[in-house]
Nanobody
Framework: QVQVEESGGGLVQAGGSLNLSCTTS????????WGWFRQAPGKQREGIAC????????AYQSAVKGRFTISRNSANSSVYLQMDSLKPEDTAMYYC?????????????????WGHGTLVTVAS
């Protein structure tokens, strides 16, 4: 059974930082690229960061580039999203996902498994 579980969300003041974690089980970590997505109220889910299983390549959405950093630890099958200089518009449910592929321009390809999300709220 595939499990993808996020943690680390919460309430933070604008300009602050959060570090999201994603633990995975039930699938081969090295067979997937890994991404973070978010969905704000009333908006569609969007990809914000993606990393290859080897960690050698990453891709970011322009709105978060330079503020967010995706990383992974294959030893414990975990993926992380360090979020700095947070803005109120970063408020959303954040999801971790395993993807079939990676593209340096578009990020993660077709999603294999989703987590249930962790809520990030940035107060102004």
């Amino acid at each position: 059974q595939v499990q993808v579980e996020e943690s680390g969300g919460g309430l933070v003041q604008a300009g602050g930082s959060l570090n999201l974690s994603c633990t995975t089980s039930g699938l081969t970590f090295a067979d997937s690229s890994w991404g973070w997505f978010r969905q704000a109220p009333g908006k569609q889910r969007e990809g914000i960061a993606c990393i290859t299983w080897g960690g050698g390549s990453t891709a970011y959405q322009s709105a978060v580039k330079g503020r967010f950093t995706i990383s992974r630890n294959s030893a414990n099958s975990s993926v992380y999203l360090q979020m700095d200089s947070l803005k109120p518009e970063d408020t959303a449910m954040y999801y971790c996902a395993a993807a079939q592929s990676f593209n340096s321009r578009d990020g993660c390809g077709k999603i294999k498994s989703w987590g249930h999300g962790t809520l990030v709220t940035v107060a102004s």
